[in-house]
């Protein structure tokens, strides 16, 4: 079936600008996750949706991070005035949250941002 | 807080050469342990896990032990081939957390 998927793949915009970044999980997955992976580094967690209210949003880096899942299904990512120091890869995950389940994080291919 | 250490790459070896890659970890408590794989071009793959103190997860030929007295989990796999030739991330996930905190992660290339 199809995977996690994210659009856009790359993505480049000028200092300051707003930016929106599309996941479309797993059809049935619960569970949603944002990672954001910097070059030569791994993955850092920002935030985790459990259905659509955030379960844990202890790594986003600041109040211009902000992530939405309103139908518990797709999410955005939205970053509000970027800065160069955004540029990275941000990746998307989802999961089947069943009790007694693995919870395997399955992962998308991510959008690379560019803030130029 | 939560960190994991991985060994530098790359790690460049030989087809049927032995492989190990280090990992340790700093945590609270018993986390979760992972390894997820990055092959050229896709994206991250859970490659084994294991859950508790001494556990063994395998997958593919590869093997991890989750070691407590050393806060280790180290990757090995007896014979590489050229296809295993990918960036493998070792992470962790806290008891009752799903976020995972990933290793900068290692780059292994096999050459024929």
């Known amino acids: 079936g199809a995977g996690v998927s994210q659009t856009p793949s790359n993505k480049v915009t000028e200092k300051g600008k707003y930016v929106e970044l599309r996941c479309d999980p797993i059809s049935g997955h619960t569970a949603l996750y944002w990672y954001r992976q910097s070059l030569g580094q791994g993955p850092e967690f920002l935030i985790y949706f459990q259905g659509t209210g955030a379960a844990d949003d202890s790594g986003l880096p600041n109040d211009r991070f902000f992530a939405v899942r309103p139908e518990g299904s797709v999410s955005t990512l939205k970053i509000q005035r970027t800065e160069r120091g955004d540029s990275a890869v941000y990746l998307c995950?989802?999961?089947?949250?069943?009790?007694?389940?693995?919870?395997?994080?399955?992962f998308g291919p991510g959008t690379r941002l560019t803030v130029t | 807080g939560n960190s994991v250490t991985q060994m530098e790459g790359p790690v460049t070896l030989s087809e049927e050469a032995f492989l190990t890659i280090n990992c340790t970890y700093t945590a609270t408590g018993y986390p979760s342990l992972f390894w997820y794989v990055q092959y050229p071009g896709e994206g991250l793959q859970l490659l084994l896990k294991a859950t508790k103190a001494d556990d063994k997860g395998s997958n593919k030929g590869f093997e991890a032990t989750y070691r407590k007295e050393t806060t280790s989990f180290h990757l090995e796999k007896g014979s590489v081939q050229v296809s295993d030739s990918a960036v493998y991330f070792c992470a962790l996930s806290k008891l009752g957390r799903r976020a995972l905190t990933f290793g900068s992660g290692t780059r292994l290339q096999v050459q024929p």
């Open positions: 995950a989802s999961s089947l949250e069943v009790a007694g389940g693995s919870y395997e994080q399955y």
